[in-house]
Nanobody, 123 residues
Framework: QVQLVESGGGLVQAGGSLSVSCRGF????????MGWFRQAPGKEREFVAA????????DYADFVKGRFIVSRDTAKNTVSLQMNSLEPEDTGVYYC????????????????WGQGTQVTVSS
């Protein structure tokens, strides 16, 4: 079964750091762009960050630039998101995503979604 499984969410105080990771199962995701979306309570799901299959291009939402870092380990079939200087507004469920086409991922319609991991930032 092809799936993405996230881990690493949790509770952190504002100003702190947290890392979430995602591992792909069922096939290699080496040819896919991978990334992260998030959904806060009562809000629509939104793009956070993405990295191309070669790892040579990174894309970030404006609200996380300079604070979050996306990376991947193709050999391990994983993608990670290091989150620094966290704010209460960063609270939400973080979803790992993957798609062969970067533009489709960026538009919020990637082929594969993880089940999500909760990140809560307290003030």
């Amino acid at each position: 079964q092809v799936q993405l499984v996230e881990s690493g969410g949790g509770l952190v105080q504002a100003g702190g750091s947290l890392s979430v990771s995602c591992r792909g199962f069922g096939r290699s995701f080496s040819g896919d762009s991978m990334g992260w979306f998030r959904q806060a309570p009562g809000k629509e799901r939104e793009f956070v960050a993405a990295i191309t299959s070669e790892g040579d291009k990174l894309d970030y939402a404006d609200f996380v630039k300079g604070r979050f870092i996306v990376s991947r380990d193709t050999a391990k079939n994983t993608v990670s998101l290091q989150m620094n200087s966290l704010e209460p507004e960063d609270t939400g469920v973080y979803y790992c995503v993957a798609d062969y086409y970067p533009t489709r991922l960026r538009r919020g319609i990637p082929t594969t979604w993880g089940q999500g991991t909760q990140v809560t930032v307290s003030s």
